[in-house]
Nanobody, 125 residues
Framework: QLQLVESGGGLVQPGGSLRLSCAAS????????IGWFRQAPGKEREGVSC????????NYADSVKGRFTISRDNAKNTVYLQMNSLKPEDTAVYYC??????????????????WGQGTQVTVSS
């Protein structure tokens, strides 16, 4: 079964942390990279981070470099996005996605083959 299920979103104060999880089917993790995207109200969906399925190489948007970390636990078929030093502008619905991108550069929506349902992240005091 081809599926991606996000969890871990919620409300956090500025400067706080959250860890998002993306549980994926083994088939997806074996053949696709996993990317995280986000979409704020009234804005286009943007790529946040990506991890290559074979090499494990990663890529980050400039807006999250040094604050977000993507990782993968193959035993649990799960990809994580650790988000630290959160800012109000990080507020968005976050989606994980199966991507054909090799994650050598910024991830784009047109590289995505499967999407998760999204999880809301709200950064507010």
């Amino acid at each position: 079964q081809l599926q991606l299920v996000e969890s871990g979103g919620g409300l956090v104060q500025p400067g706080g942390s959250l860890r998002l999880s993306c549980a994926a089917s083994k088939f997806i993790l074996d053949f696709y990279g996993i990317g995280w995207f986000r979409q704020a109200p009234g804005k286009e969906r943007e790529g946040v981070s990506c991890i290559n399925s074979s090499s494990g190489s990663t890529n980050y948007a400039d807006s999250v470099k040094g604050r977000f970390t993507i990782s993968r636990d193959n035993a649990k078929n799960t990809v994580y996005l650790q988000m630290n030093s959160l800012k109000p502008e990080d507020t968005a619905v976050y989606y994980c996605a199966a991507t054909l991108s090799r994650c050598g550069g910024p991830i784009k929506s047109d590289s995505v083959r499967y999407w998760g349902q999204g999880t809301q992240v709200t950064v507010s005091s």
